[in-house]
């Protein structure tokens, strides 16, 4: 349904986008994940016609944003909550928009009941909190019932409820077979929502697979083991192959081989364990380890010049 072809976008001497190739489907929800200034909003804004790409291209079910005859019915976005107009009511604001994009009145209504905000419909959006203003930028982006929804950071600064509706909210959207392409820095919220992920650092991509597959690093993944025997039972499976590291804690993280097969080799040494935890890698943690070439700016130790 998004279908960017080798998109650039070069300000000045900055290449913010660098030959970005990728292919969202339909059905379900895709993290857009990057550290800070890898081009994730400028992305996010050619796919939305806002910045022209300098060359490459970049379609929503096959047009250029600029081509689509009812935009507002095809793509639904949430890029900056507060860019509203903080005198007008909520219902109001909604029906300029849905007016200007010829989207029938009644469809207001709807989607204030669906962001939760049917209660405030009459308060002047300048008094509405955070929260508020991200269910209002929802709602917007749902006015016209679209089949492909981005969006740019929904959860900065909401509290976990909201954090949940909106988890909820984007699953239930990619169920209903539309597309939902979603950025965030917060990976443990993206582990949580995101099926698939795409991931860029200083403008081109890293990875562009399922979540499960980014993820699936062995050198992320170990066992836990608590042996009151710690030193023999490393020697044990350091002799089978498993790579054995000892913490400051005195516990060992294996790589190399799986919990039943560490318990098996305790049992048959006669060595006590008293923890065997298969600890899997974090999104966190993925994420760390692939973008470490990328990061744009990096606290410099004391001293390093
Ligand atoms: N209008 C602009 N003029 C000049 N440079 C820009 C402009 N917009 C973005 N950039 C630069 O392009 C790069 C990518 O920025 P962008 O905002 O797309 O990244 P991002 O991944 O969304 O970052 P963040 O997570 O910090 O929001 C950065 O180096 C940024 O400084």
Redesign the pocket.
């Known amino acids: 349904m998004i279908k960017a072809q080798d998109l650039t976008k070069r300000?000045?001497t900055?290449t913010?986008v660098d030959g970005l190739s990728f292919d969202l489907k339909p059905g379900v929800v895709t993290g857009f994940l990057?550290p800070?200034?890898?081009?994730?909003?400028?992305?996010m804004r050619m796919i939305l016609g806002l910045d022209r790409p300098t060359s490459g291209s970049v379609t929503v079910g096959g047009k250029s944003y600029q081509d689509l005859p009812a935009p507002l019915r095809e793509v639904g976005a949430l890029l900056d909550a507060k860019a509203v107009h903080g005198a007008r009511t909520a219902y109001r604001h909604l029906q300029w928009v849905a007016q200007a994009g010829g989207i029938p009145r009644r469809r207001v209504g709807e989607v204030l009941d669906l962001a939760g905000l049917g209660g405030v419909a009459d308060r002047k959006v300048g008094s509405f909190s955070l929260g508020m203003y991200q269910r209002l930028g929802i709602a917007t982006a749902l006015l016209g019932d679209p089949p492909v929804l981005l969006f740019d950071e929904p959860v900065n600064g909401l509290d976990p409820e909201g954090i949940f509706w909106i988890r909820t909210l984007m699953r239930d959207l990619a169920a209903e077979g539309r597309t939902v392409f979603v950025s965030s820095?917060l990976m443990n919220e993206m582990q949580e929502t995101a099926e698939h992920v795409v991931v860029i650092g200083r403008?081109e991509l890293i990875a562009d697979m399922p979540i499960t597959e980014f993820m699936q690093r062995d050198s992320l993944s170990h066992v836990r083991v608590v042996s009151p025997r710690a030193d023999e039972l490393a020697r044990v499976l350091a002799g089978v192959g498993g790579e054995v590291t000892r913490g400051a804690d005195g516990a060992l993280a294996v790589t190399g081989l799986d919990a039943p097969k560490i318990g098996d080799l305790a049992l048959e040494h006669g060595l006590g364990v008293h923890e065997l935890t298969p600890v899997r890698a974090s999104l966190e943690a993925a994420f760390m380890d692939r973008t470490r070439a990328s990061v744009?700016y990096r606290p410099t130790a004391e001293g390093d010049q």
């Not at 800070?36 to 992305?43: H, L, V």
């Open positions: 300000y000045g900055t913010a990057g800070n200034g890898a081009g994730k909003s400028t992305t820095h403008g744009q």
